[in-house]
């Protein structure tokens, strides 16, 4: 099995546009979003529990990516 890191958490906004840049470098990403999790299962989370995971071979290069876009922030 393919262990998965992961390399963020924040609001859907942010983490959708980091999943995006991931996928511009070829790099395979998976979204959990608790906070629709939490809404379909009828409990409250807060707003940034969107976490962002990669698998632990594309993690340089997805490291790289995540550096150039907290810069840019």
Do not use: C, W
Request: glycine letters at 6%; a negative charge.
């Amino acid at each position: 099995m393919e262990e998965y890191t992961k390399i963020y958490a924040g609001s859907s906004i942010t983490i959708s546009r980091l999943a995006d840049l991931l996928d511009q470098e070829n790099i395979s990403s998976i979204i959990k979003d608790n906070v629709e999790s939490g809404r379909l299962a009828g409990f409250g989370t807060s707003g940034d529990s969107v976490d962002l995971y990669v698998l632990n071979t594309h993690l340089p290069k997805a490291e790289k990516v995540l550096s150039n876009f907290e810069s840019a922030e």
